[in-house]
């Protein structure tokens, strides 16, 4: 828990961060097959490389503790859809040229998979900012501005199929109180990030690009959760795949935009260029931001083809995975 000694961490990361000029590059870690996944976050019903390239369910890297205390929260990854190239298989992104039928469907398949079919999604229109939404039951009004101006509200959509309602606004992140609606983010390297109090019945979603960690959408995403009532050092974070530091090579401004932030985003390639670690960011963003409990997955999308979706990789023409949290209906009441 969250105290003078830092926040619980679990996965890759530590409680204290390495200094930048110390820190492995991403291209230190082991292969796929050999690394597990962090604690508590599980691949199911497998690694992707073990389920093979046309599984019968698609591969989610799952909380899978949270489930007891009644909160879905996972990772998608490429494998298990019926997208075609170049957006194959698991394609969750309706606004990057896939047909909307396949992606519709990798839609359900996942929330199936997940124990969520029927439930409405909600997602943003991602701009690479730190506003928040506040997603509320149909009845509350969409787009009043919080009093702090920092995150706004949205209602649930109405009619249309449960996965495929329209984005609620432009926002990078998300957090609700409500029951049996699924929040979702989606990636093709920057890092999602998952917020869950159980106890207080509170969950978010976080989109974290580098313009979105440099402008805040962390923090922004975490202050957004407590006025919703949750406690900082009871909530769990979850910092999912996204690409790593062997990878993602990037000018000065960019570095110095988000490394004076968060130092611990500062990396090296494999080459020796300047580089950055999203997702090594938002951790460090999360423990600034007292988060009790930390797991980051330690996966680069765009070193892991047959896992994960990567803009960078595949020069902009490619799918997108999600973060994906909802809270249970029914539990923890």
Known sequence: MAGAAGPAVEGSMSGTSPAPSDRPSAGDRPAPGDRPAPAGLVWRPGPPEMVGPDPAWPPVLVAED??????????????????????????????VGDDLRRVLANRRRVATVLGLAGHPWALARQVHG??????????????????????????????????????????????????????????ADCAPVLLADPAARVVGAVHAGWRGLAAGVVEAGVAALAALGAAPAATVGLVGPAVGGCCYEVGPDVR??????????????????????????????????????????????????????????????????????????????
């Open 256 to 333: 110095e935009a988000v490394g004076a932030r968060y130092p611990a985003a500062l990396a090296t390639t494999r080459d020796g260029r300047p580089a950055l670690d999203p997702a090594a960011g938002a951790a460090q963003a999360l423990e600034r931001a007292g988060i009790g409990q930390l797991r980051v997955a330690g996966e680069c999308t765009a070193d892991l083809a047959d896992r994960h979706f990567s803009h960078r990789r595949d020069h902009g023409r490619t799918g997108r995975q999600a973060g994906v949290i909802a809270l249970v209906p029914g539990a923890g009441r």
């Open 130 to 187: 730190a506003t928040i939404l506040r997603v509320g039951s149909a009845g509350q009004g969409a787009g009043r501005p919080a009093a702090d101006g920092a995150w706004v509200e949205a209602r649930v959509p109405g009619p249309g199929p449960p996965e495929g309602k329209a984005p609620l606004g432009e926002a990078d992140g998300l957090v609700t109180t409500e029951a049996g609606v699924v929040l979702a983010v989606l990636t």
């Open 66 to 95: 949270l489930l007891g205390a009644g909160v879905v929260a996972a990772f998608t990854s490429r494998p298990g859809g019926s997208s075609a190239p170049p957006f194959a298989s698991l394609n969750l992104g309706l606004a």
